[in-house]
C-alpha cells in the first residue's frame, strides 16, 4: 500500500486574523494500482490535500505514510519521495521553466543523479510515452498548447519513473478533444506501467469514466468513497455538496422513475447502452408472452 493517510489536519495561517481550516481528520488509504478521483467543489480541500501526498505541505496534524515510512519524521527522504509520487498542476506553466521541452523533462533524472546522456535517454523515453512528437522536443514549453504543455509536465514526471502520478485538474481550459487525449494518457499510464493515479476533477463524466474509486470532499472532509456506482447512487446528497451525478445516470434515473426495470445506477454510455438494451429484451419477451 503506497500511501497512507491517518486523521490528516491543516489549517491555513494559523493563529492569524486569517485563519482558516481546510483539512479535517482526513483518514484514507490509497492502494498500489488504483485510478482513484478525488471530487469536491471549490474549497473542499482537494488540492491541499494532494499537496500533503508528497509533502510540498507540512500537516498541522495527522500524519502520511508512504511504503509504511512516515514521510514527515526527521530525515525522512522527500526529495527521493517527489521523485516517486509525482504532482502535476492545475497550471503546467508552474513547473515549465526551461528553455525547450527536452531540457525541461531532463530535470528530474538529472536531479536524481542521472548524467547528462542518461537523463536525456529518460526525458526521451518519457516524452515518447505521452506521445508528443519530436519536432516538438526543442521549443520552448512555452511555444507549446495548453494540452502539449500538460504532455510536457507529465513527461518531466514519468521521467522520474514514479510510482504515484498525482493530476490536479489535468484538462481544465481544454477542449472536448484535449481533454479526452490527456484522460486516454493518463488511462494508458496507469494500465500499461501500473502508476497508481489520483485524479482531481470537476468533471463527473470524466470520472465515472476512468476512476475505478472516487472519494467525494466537502468542507475539508472526506463525504464519501467508494466506486463510481457507489458514490453516484447518492444523487441529493452530492447536490447538497454542490456536485452532481453524470448526465447518463441522470437519463437512468429518469427511465427508472418511468418505469423501465434496470439498474439506475450506470455511470458510462457503455452501462447504459447494456441496461438499456437489456431491458428492451425483457419488454418484448414479456409482450411476446401476453
Known sequence: MPIRIE??????SAGTAYE????KDICLDIEDGTFLALIGHTGSGKST??????????PTGGTIYYNGEDIF?????LKKLRSQVGLVFQYPENQLFETDVLTDVCFGPKNQGLSQEEAQKEARWALEQVRLAPDFWRKSPFELSG??????????????HPSVLVLDEPTAGLDPRGRDEILDLASALHK???????????SMEDVANYASRIVVMDHGSVLMDGTPSEVFSHEELLKQSGLSVPQVTRIMHALAEDGWNLNADATTIAEAKKEILAAVRTNRKERSLC
Open 192 to 202: 500499461e506501467h501500473n502508476i497508481t493515479v489520483v485524479l482531481v476533477s470537476h
Open 49 to 58: 490535500l494532494i499537496q500533503h501526498l508528497n509533502g510540498l505541505i507540512r
Open 147 to 160: 494540452g502539449q504543455k500538460r504532455r510536457a509536465a507529465i513527461a518531466g514526471i514519468l521521467a522520474m
Open 73 to 77: 519524521a526527521e530525515g525522512y527522504p
Open 7 to 12: 486523521h490528516l489536519h491543516y489549517v491555513y
Open 20 to 23: 482558516r481550516t481546510a483539512l
